[in-house]
């Protein structure tokens, strides 16, 4: 699976950005796609995830940090494989590159990173006045 990601750049505090990420799978049922983040100097941290059952009629469910809940929003893409993390409110330890990842879905952890299989390249963002 390769997995492409977009968007990313740099942002005033307060402000907003979208992440895009699209996978080379034909359909995301079955699958979870999250986003991982690591600041200079930090361990990689869980942003956000989604996951869909194998029999998924487009409803995924969905897993956040503490620290992004109710500033992000992860939902599926218009495009089939595909998702987006539209990021509100952005605060300046939310500085970071920003990974996307897929796995399969299941009873594992989905905030933990260890269970995706695939990784995009980083995106970086950068929320500074």
């Known amino acids: 699976v390769q997995l492409q990601a977009y968007g990313g750049g740099l942002v005033q505090p307060g402000g907003s950005l979208r992440l895009a990420c699209a996978a080379s799978?034909?359909?995301?049922?079955?699958?979870?796609m999250g986003w991982f983040r690591q600041a200079p100097g930090k361990e990689r941290e869980f942003v956000a995830a989604i996951a869909y059952s194998t029999w998924s009629r487009g409803y995924g469910t969905l897993y956040y940090a503490d620290s992004v809940q109710g500033r992000f929003t992860i939902s599926r893409d218009g495009r089939e494989s595909a998702v987006n993390l539209q990021m509100n409110n952005l605060r300046p330890e939310d500085t970071a590159v920003y990974y996307c990842a897929m796995g399969r879905s299941g009873s594992s952890n989905a905030k933990t990173s260890d269970n995706y299989d695939s990784w995009g390249q980083g995106t970086q963002v950068t929320v500074s006045s």
């Open positions: 799978t034909r359909t995301l049922n079955g699958f979870r």
